[in-house]
């Protein structure tokens, strides 16, 4: 099972600092955020990231401050910076989520905006020109006419299919399921396998899901792709957790905290 998730994931370029983004949101930072040098040398080596790549891709977060490196002796250990962690525990709501978000009827609307940049930052999208569209919960604007829209279903899909680019999400989704919809079956034959395997699952699903909007299902496309990725992604991770956790404990780190257990409304405890 790890062979074919491993080239799956080599099919498209990659970019070896975001997978060690990954590894440190998804696993570090529940066990206090710091690691050893080693300890990531070891995992990436055996997902065939050679140990150059990995020292440059850590090189070049610590210079754009998202992590900080502590030298012990002729060790190193590394944490996420306040950055990382920020921009970490903003990205995990919407990765950990246990389901789609409640559809309320209504969408924020910006007329003619003058900060666009802002506003994408912030989920909006361009439903048409002058008019960009959010759901009721993204984050205010403040730009000088912006109002809420109370808007039937139909109105609001209409609205979402062209603000954003749902069809080659749902493609992204359906690749992913494709990729993973086995790995609820699998009995890893070691933890690390177990843990390069719960790195691959999270590091393609946050891809998909934090390049596309979060919307609720009443204004998706029908058969929306994302929904069983939701689906495949909660078992998957499941399946992984607890040999995966065996890993890190082998590996001098802090026991995870409680919000491990919240992942996907998962309950760690059932596996130990």
């Not at 998730?5 to 590894?23: C, G, K, N, Y």
């Not at 930072?29 to 065939?48: E, I, Y």
């Not at 990995?54 to 401050?65: E, I």
């Not at 992913?176 to 034959?189: G, H, I, R, S, V």
Request: charged content about 20%; glycine content about 6%; aromatic content about 8%.
């Amino acid at each position: 099972m790890l062979s074919p998730l491993l080239a799956h994931w080599r099919e498209r370029p990659q970019r070896t600092w975001s997978v060690v983004i990954t590894l440190f949101g998804d696993a570090i930072v529940p066990r206090g955020g710091t690691v050893w040098l080693g300890t990531l040398l070891d995992l990436f080596g055996a997902m065939g990231i050679d140990a150059g790549a990995v020292r440059t891709a850590l090189s070049r977060l610590v210079a754009d401050g998202w992590t900080e490196r502590e030298r012990i002796g002729r060790n190193s250990r590394y944490r996420l910076a306040e950055k990382g962690r920020d921009t970490f525990a903003t990205a995990a709501a919407r990765i950990y989520a246990g389901q789609p978000p409640a559809w309320d009827g209504r969408m924020r609307l910006v007329l003619h905006p003058k900060d666009r940049a802002t506003l994408t930052a912030g989920g909006w999208a361009q439903a048409s020109p002058g008019l960009w569209i959010a759901p009721s919960r993204a984050t205010p604007a403040t730009e000088p006419i912006a109002m809420d829209a109370t808007l039937d279903p139909a109105a609001a899909r209409s609205l979402a299919a062209q603000a954003w680019p749902l069809d080659r999400l749902a493609a992204s989704f359906a690749r992913f399921n494709n990729a993973f919809a086995a790995l609820p079956d699998w009995q890893a034959p070691s933890p690390q396998d177990a843990m390069i395997a719960r790195t691959l699952l999270i590091h393609e699903y946050r891809r998909i899901v934090l390049h596309g909007p979060d919307l609720p299902t009443e204004i998706l496309p029908p058969d929306w792709p994302g929904t069983k990725a939701l689906a495949v992604c909660r078992a998957a991770y499941a399946a992984v957790l607890p040999a995966a956790e065996q890993w890190l404990d082998s590996q001098d780190l802090p026991s995870a905290d409680a919000a491990l257990s919240r992942r996907f409304q998962v309950d760690i405890t059932e596996f130990t």
